[in-house]
Nanobody
């Protein structure tokens, strides 16, 4: 079955960096569009960054120029490099895989906590 496993979260001071990883299994990773979402307490889940199967990327305005999404199809892994972290980046970060072939196939990881605090 499809599994998405996030890692790399933790506690970091404002201005610091973290790199999240999402390892996929049980799927043809290279044909999926991948995304990172986050959900802060009391808020809706929001898209942070996405990368298509072809490598095109898009970012939420709040993270542009600070976060970078990338993928390694040989390792079935998508990454989120987060720099210049702010307290408002604190959230649970989720990985999502999606493809459409007349049907929508979508999968979520279990999430990893990122806390930005001094």
């Amino acid at each position: 079955q499809v599994q998405l496993v996030e890692s790399g979260g933790g506690l970091v001071q404002p201005g610091g960096s973290l790199r999240l990883s999402c390892a996929a299994s049980g799927m043809a990773f290279s044909i999926y569009n991948m995304g990172w979402y986050r959900q802060a307490p009391g808020k809706q889940r929001e898209l942070v960054a996405a990368i298509t199967s072809g490598g095109s990327t898009n970012y939420a305005d709040s993270v542009k120029d600070r976060f970078t999404i990338s993928r390694d199809n040989a390792k079935n892994t998508v990454y989120l490099q987060m720099n210049s972290l702010k307290p408002e980046d604190t959230a649970v970060y989720y990985c999502r895989a999606e493809r459409r072939d007349g049907w929508l196939w979508a999968y979520w990881g279990q999430g990893t906590q990122v806390t930005v605090s001094s």
